[in-house]
């Protein structure tokens, strides 16, 4: 009986120590063997590359069809694409986990504006490396929280208890909005007014199904070698100009910089509070960048010259003579219009509606919208038809910015206070432009479209609001952006495309 006894237990630490033997080799060949973790289902599949489990193939850089996405930008890295339903009969996003985005050639770019805002996961310390470390980042999808410069972070496998993770944009803005004096108007330097919160700076568009380049300077600089690039339009193109200015200058004031508006004509003329546009010329790399403004496009021409308080003949169906005198030398022009066409401005201004050289007498275009739609269609057309004399010029028209006044207009109560990001919706789910007579208007041309209306509808919180340099009771400024701001992701836009 005892002898039994110890030859069964003697067995027993055999097959155990047997069963110990095999468990090792077999966690062994798993580590060093590929082929077996085929063996399983994808759920339970060890150490898959971060890049397909979350966001498939790698990601093509270049401006899909359908530019998209906002997220907040935490780091200087690729911010990887977080894709939404490319259709406008579902309006339902979806995470495309597996498909490849066909790369485009640069003439197919779409005008759509698809999308949805999320945040980009920031990296570890530096040098920091590993499946863990890399799978980590690679399923980080964040929300902003604006009030406390936070983000809520979901981990994989934490889709229903994201963690509070306290973060600080470390790439965003692309230029203080304490610098940038040589450029930037005061009256449009939030950060020099009595305004507190800045969350709105930490944000950046994020393209549907493609990763749109980080935008740098000098590398602008050095495409545009040469090159001369010009604005032309109302007071929102300025602040696309100035914002570009800053962002290649990274807001630094640089003695080489020349200014070169003489060239243009842009001069301050007697009486004026300003000139008519600035041009300024970078010397290293003989990059010109310059703005004109010409608030409706059209050819504005005094009826009497010698009259100071004439009426101007304003020539619906002529652009401005500004386009027309210097066209030639432009290898990059952005062209836009849109909120000077109301019946207050054309009185103040003194702008008397003409076609054909005379004064307008078709009914239908003495309404400010037809007049305007007629305008556009005009210039573009006249545009196109220059293009093949220029090959050298890229042309594009850019969509109208967004008004945001509620509760009245700029000079009734209306009003834009809110200051958090995303309160109207962080998703643009249209096929089509916002815009719809630009992108009628172009549409069958070379003039390309810059599509940035449904995009920027979604950032009331980017305006000067109540912050103004007069700061007058009761007006807010609900059309024109902090700066930094918006009209930054304007010119990433224009960048990429370029």
Known sequence: MKGGFHGLRAKQLSLSLIALVCTFVFIWAW??????????????RFSMPSSEILFGA????EMSSNPGIYVKEESSNAVAPMRSANTSSSKKS???NNSTPPPMEKEEISPTALGKWGAAPKPGPKGEKGPKKVEQDANRIAMMDSETNNSFVKGKGDADEPTLVKEKDDRRPLYSGFGCKQWLSGMWACRLTQRTDFSYESFRWQPENCEMPDFEGSKFLRRMQNKTVAFVGDSLGRQQFQSLMCMVTGGEESPDVLDVGSEYGLVK??????????????LN?????LYYWSASLCDL????ITDPATDYAMHLDRPAAFLRHYLHRFDVLVLNTGHHWNRGKLKANRWVMHVGGVPNTNRKLADIASAKNFTIYS?????????????????FFRAISPRHFFNGEWNSGGSCDNTTPLTGGKEVLQDNSSDPVAEGAVKGTDVKFLDITALSQLRDEGHISRYSIKATPGVQDCLHWCLPGIPDTWNEILYAQL
């Open 31 to 44: 580590e060093k063997t590929p082929l077996l973790t085929s063996l399983l289902p994808p759920q339970s």
């Open 58 to 61: 790698p990601v093509v850089k």
């Open 94 to 96: 979806i995470t495309d």
């Open 269 to 282: 003329n007697p009486g004026a509070v300003r000139p008519d546009g600035w041009a300024y010329r970078f």
């Open 285 to 289: 790399t003989n990059t010109t960048i």
């Open 301 to 304: 021409e005094p009826l009497n």
């Open 379 to 395: 210039v573009v057309k006249w545009l196109d038809l220059q293009l093949p004399k220029h090959p050298q010029l890229r042309a």
